[in-house]
């Protein structure tokens, strides 16, 4: 009976969906649990989820992973912030020149497809195995994300808008704040939700390939150490940032976008 | 205080649309006009460049004597889609005090312009909320306010009731003659509602087919004050809405007639508005033709 209503796209209530949530995450843990422990896989190369946990708290306590986690997050932030500020600026000034969207298209159309791990010995032969190189690929993924939102956010803006905006005589830059601006700001945080993801992933990426202290440097140490309980502790906790960083950037999202319909829900119209 | 003289504006593009050929009217200071004409025949052309957001291929409007080139200072619009050109970002009042921010306009002084202008569309409790919150009605009532708050010369609305609901629009209406009476601000109001016209202009100008000329210029001898009831059952009323409506119908006749258009043909017989008895009561109004 429940379920037909499920079926039929009834929405599901906070709690209920909450719960069924943990129940997968539970059923995953049972999982990893079992499969070691029943031989299925041997232990040395899958150690049981109950191990790996310990092994994660006993991390935890250790100082070194917080400067190293602090490094990888210091990456991640800086770049990611780096990356936007880069990304809009160029975007509003591609949008505010004429002619210059048609001049830049087809580079940005050849430059974003570019995997940023390519860069890598680029990125080694600048700044060794050092925190620029770990930045370097960081700006580099995240800044397409958010230049390309940031493009079609401002040529959405509404012509009725404009032209209120134009009658009324806002001057440019009264324009761009408070029109141009506000319009590009759902598209924009769209790429930062997407940009701080790929930012996580290319900042560990870069630490574990390159050697720049941090998170993904630690992986490869434990690795090559054989440890590893400790390898599959660090990457749970690499999943667990993850959750973490999207979680902040969708609460910033709703707290800027709360005029926007995406966010504000249904109201009178 | 709006002189527009030889005005013409011919759309640039394959063949090139001659959307105005040549209008001439002015407005004095003060004065209420409302321009009428049958669909399709470059109203919202010719307001838009009486407002300086399009730029005519000849001739030229004049306000206050000079010659408009981009949007004047003292001008406001108010514009059919209330919901794009509010900003939804921002709250009622950020609404209506933005412009006259942009106008340098003291903080405290610009404080009391927009309770002010509030006030007179009755919407001093929605200084807080934001307009996706109001209904259509109050949504457009917030435009106004903002037009009336920047204090313009020069008040130009463009189908400023044609997306309201029937009573709404009646209110509205009544709200705009009050406001205009109070502040004897000169406006300029497109509409294709020949009613409309009538009942808020102290002048009604109809313009013809595209390529579009001023086929009658009318004085509206009603009454100053007008009310929704007694002014539209008013024997003059009828006899200056048939007066319009015949006008109109003689327009699209001759464009019919002249231009071989296919969609010309289409607009001709599209169903005809009752021609009124002496004394129509209408306020339902038909809902044909809301859209432009």
Known sequence: MTRREERAGAPMSAPRAAGLGLLGLACLFAVAEAVPRLGLIDPRHLPPAT????????????ADLWTALGETMRSWAVGLALACCLAVALGVLIDAVPGLRAATASTIEFLRPIPSVALIPLATLLFGAETGSTLLLVVYASFWQVLIQVLYGVADVDPVARETARSYRLGRWARLRHLVWPTALPYVMTGVRLAAAVAFILAVTAELVIGSPGLGLRIQLAQSGGAVTEVYALIVLAGLVGVAVNAVVRAVERRVLAWHPSVRGEVAR | MLEITGLGKTYEGRGGVEALRKIDFRVDGGDLVCVVGPSGCGKTTLLKCVAGLLTPTAGEVRVAG?????????????????GRSLFPWMTVRKNVELPLREKKVPAPRRRELVEEALAAVGLADAAAAHPWQ??????QRVAIARAIAYEPRVLLMDEPFAAVDAQTRAELEDLLLTLWRRLGVTTLLVTHDIDEAVYLGRRVIVLSSAPTVVQEDLAVDLPAARDQITTRSAPRFAELRAHVYAQIKQAKGRAAGDRTAGDRAAEESAPPRQVPSPAPRDLKRKTDGRTR
Not at chain 1, 51 to 62: K, M, T
Not at chain 2, 66 to 82: I, S
Not at chain 2, 134 to 139: A, H, P, T, V, Y
Request: no cysteine.
């Open chain 2, 66 to 82: 000079r010659r408009v080139t981009g949007p004047p200072p003292g001008m406001a619009v108010v514009f059919q889609e209330y």
């Open chain 2, 134 to 139: 109001l209904s259509g009605g109050m949504q």
């Open chain 1, 51 to 62: 191990a790996i946990v310990r092994r994660l708290a006993a991390e935890l306590g250790d």
